[in-house]
């Protein structure tokens, strides 16, 4: 079966630096997707990656390892505006997204 | 970025009407668009792939006949809940992928639309 991985819960101190892991089994890859979702609002796109390696975006950073079905998300110097659940989310063969069930990150001042 | 947007944000209902939801791409067009579901502290959940000017894929358990999906546009997919019940109260998705970037194109998710049935 088809099936993502994320921890369901992070805590993390502002300022610092935290790492999102996931890991995903699907049929075929076409690619991984992280999405940031605030309570009650829709997800917004924060990086894909489809080729193996280190993908850097401001204080984002998202990496993949497709010979072990791996990604992380790389958040540094953490505001509070970064609580929030972060979602995992694979590209089968079939291009049909497959979720995470997210990963709740809170900030403690 | 692309906009998407989703109207209306917030709607409530009487149990046994109808509520239509549109979901708009504001400045590109969207070959696919993507309807989800998503209940208190869950995932969300893919309901259906909408492609313009064909029937919409349901998964399995979404009931076609509840959730109408139309397409009928690049710019413009329409989800109506028919004959709503308490348990369709949830909050829902739509998400659009930019045709130029073809099946890997990034995903624009709208605001979202929180339904509660009565």
């Known amino acids: 079966g088809q099936n993502i991985d994320q921890p369901t819960e992070m805590t993390a101190t502002e300022g610092a630096i935290v790492q999102i892991n996931c890991t995903y089994q699907t049929s075929g890859f076409n690619g991984l997707f992280w999405y940031q979702q605030h309570a009650g609002e829709a997800p917004t796109f924060l990086s894909y990656?489809?080729l193996d390696g280190l993908e850097e975006k401001g204080r984002f950073s998202s990496f993949l390892s497709r010979s072990k079905g791996y990604s992380y998300l790389l958040l540094k110097e953490l505001q509070m505006k970064d609580s929030a659940s972060y979602l995992c989310a694979a590209l089968d063969s079939n291009y049909q997204l497959i979720w995470g069930a997210g990963t709740k990150l809170i900030i403690k001042p | 970025g692309a906009v998407v947007s989703q109207h209306p944000s917030r709607v409530i209902c009487k149990s046994g009407t109808s509520v239509k939801i549109e979901c708009r791409s504001l400045?590109?067009?969207?070959?696919?668009m993507f309807w989800y579901r998503q209940f208190p502290k869950q995932s969300l959940m893919l309901m259906a792939t909408s492609n313009e000017g064909s029937k919409a894929t349901y998964e399995q358990g979404v009931e076609k006949d509840k959730f109408l999906i139309n397409h009928a546009s690049l710019t413009l997919s329409t989800l109506t809940v028919t004959s709503a019940h308490p348990e369709d109260s949830s909050f829902y998705i739509c998400?659009?992928?930019?045709?130029?970037?073809?099946?890997?194109?990034?995903?624009?998710f709208g605001e979202g639309s929180r339904l509660t049935v009565l």
């Open positions: 998400s659009a992928r930019d045709g130029t970037g073809g099946d890997t194109g990034e995903l624009f």
């Open positions: 400045d590109f067009q969207a070959t696919t």
């Open positions: 990656n489809v």
